[in-house]
């Protein structure tokens, strides 16, 4: 055995998956599933009767929680479908780069300079709007499957 100390950086999550299994016929409306290998939230579930030889089927429409496009699967209910692991973090916003990307105050004290401005026209608008004004902002993050976006903003200024 060696004595050398190893040093791990410690940016992964610790092998943990980005999805777990959840039975087809337990997943209901408002949930998230993973459909084409994309995030989704659940729009609409219908199941259908079983048929002569077979199972039950569940018809899942959702809409992808990054991009807003709409996705169907259909599964049979007694099989799994991945579920994705959905984070939601609050950051508070320090300032926009010229490039896009925002800097963000995260809990521990530190900054978070990794993610662009969302594309979402009107979240857009009111992020740079409320910044301009020198309003101090939160920003909601919602992670997945190793994505990260910007889908909410509150205004925490005292009045």
Known sequence: MSDEEHHFES???????KTYPQQAGTIRKNGYIV????PCKVVEVST?????????????????????KKLEDIVPSSHNCDVPHVNRTD??????SEDGFVSLLTESGGTKDDLRLPTDDALL???KNGFDEGKDLVVSVMSAMGEEQINAVKDIGKN
């Open 11 to 17: 940016k992964a999550d610790a092998g943990a998956s």
């Open 35 to 38: 459909i084409k290998g994309r």
């Open 48 to 68: 259908s009767k079983t048929g002569k030889h077979g199972h039950a089927k569940c018809h899942f429409v959702g809409i992808d929680i990054f991009s807003g």
């Open 91 to 96: 950051y508070q916003l320090i300032d926009i």
């Open 125 to 127: 608008t009111l992020i």
